[in-house]
């Protein structure tokens, strides 16, 4: 089921009526206060607004006010953003609750030939998920963030949902190029499939890994590979970034400007010699590829830089005839689910388990 959100106009009874609405909602101007600055609209339709203070959203629990406050002043700090053997520095604190509390094992192996790592809950997989397998692809950028974005990711769902999630340590730039990672995902992907039913297999990730995931189905197809039974595309769409999201999110999220350009993936070094048109890269590119889409489920914040992205490919699958689900986190930005302590994380977690429970097989 497609979550959209439509903006309906009020129907007023009279013009007196619609002159009075413009007078309660006009700016109140202090007397002997300068006038204040107007929106201003180009002839392309590009708007210049003036610059304005913006709070936090007030539908923020206590716990994710604070959280945003930090993860705002974090992002202007160059120090705090670098990678420390593949754990970026302002992560450390996220890990070091996961590890404690959530109880998981951690294998390392190689499967299909890939090497990944295999998160199981310490008390076992449930019953009612021994036939079932979740694949996680880590976020990063598809240049790091291995195996941080990938314990995150991984850790919470192994240990809520009681079920073994296998994280892929793709091959990333600068070193690697598209297709290597999409190549190491379907190994790993067609060597569980020598276990486990398609429809009992889940795949998701977020940001690069989100990314992925869509990548990936598509290169499935393309090589005759069965469909798993859903995936989650977090942080991320089905074909790079851009829209509302890349001018309203960086500054509010992020804190920075946005980039000249929209971030699709041939701004990304992983991608410098493929075609961003090409539906193995940007799947949103061709409706027959989304068509074949399993059930997807899509989550994003108001502040989050994939945020129209996201909701274009919830448009796009649903037009395609995919089970497409959209849930948007009010206030929050990129990977905000990477602190499981606040209340928004936690219901997160709960709708993807959710979700996959609904619609992977279990026999």
């Not at 304005?52 to 007030?58: A, T, Y």
């Not at 945003?68 to 520095?89: A, Y």
């Not at 190689?110 to 090497?115: F, N």
Request: charged letters at 20%; a negative charge; glycine letters at 8%.
């Amino acid at each position: 089921m497609s979550v959209q959100i439509r903006l309906f106009p009020l129907i007023l009874a009279s013009v007196t009526c619609v002159a009075a609405s413009a007078s309660m909602f006009a700016a109140p101007q202090d007397q002997g206060s300068p006038p204040q600055k107007k929106v201003e609209v180009k002839a392309d339709g590009t708007v210049e607004v003036p610059a304005q203070s913006v709070p936090l959203s007030s539908f923020l629990s206590p716990e994710a006010m604070s959280y945003v406050t930090t993860h705002l002043k974090q992002m202007q700090d160059p120090e705090i953003v670098k990678q420390d053997n593949g754990v970026p520095r302002f992560m450390k604190p996220y890990l070091e609750r996961d590890h404690a509390l959530f109880a998981v094992e951690r294998k390392d192996e190689h499967i299909g030939g890939v090497h990944a790592y295999v998160y199981e809950p310490s008390t076992g997989v449930s019953a009612k998920n021994r036939a079932r397998v979740l694949i996680n692809l880590h976020g990063g950028g598809f240049t790091g963030c291995w195996p941080g974005c990938a314990e995150l990711e991984s850790i919470p769902i192994a240990a809520l949902m009681k079920i073994k999630v296998v994280s892929v340590d793709y091959r990333e730039g600068p070193e690697y190029k598209f297709p290597a990672a999409s190549e190491d995902v379907a190994h790993v992907y067609a060597e569980l499939l020598k276990t486990y039913k398609p429809k009992n297999i889940g795949i998701y990730g977020c940001s690069a890994g989100g990314m992925l995931t869509a990548m990936s189905l598509a290169w499935f197809q393309k090589h005759a590979l069965p469909s798993p039974g859903a995936d989650g595309i977090f942080c991320a769409s089905a074909g790079g970034f851009g829209g509302d999201a890349s001018y309203i999110a960086f500054p509010m999220g992020e804190a920075r400007m946005p980039p000249g350009k929209a971030l699709g993936p041939s701004r990304l070094g992983y991608f410098s010699t493929a075609n961003p048109k090409d539906p193995l890269v940007s799947p949103i590119e061709s409706h027959a590829v989304l068509a074949k889409f399993p059930a997807t489920l899509l989550i994003t914040g108001t502040r989050d830089f994939a945020m129209s992205g996201a909701i274009h490919t919830d448009i796009e699958l649903t037009k395609a005839g995919v089970d497409s689900e959209l849930h948007v986190w009010e206030g929050l930005f990129h990977g905000f689910f990477y602190n499981a302590d606040i209340p928004e994380s936690k219901d997160a977690f709960n709708i993807m388990i959710n979700f996959f429970d609904r619609h992977l097989g279990t026999d």
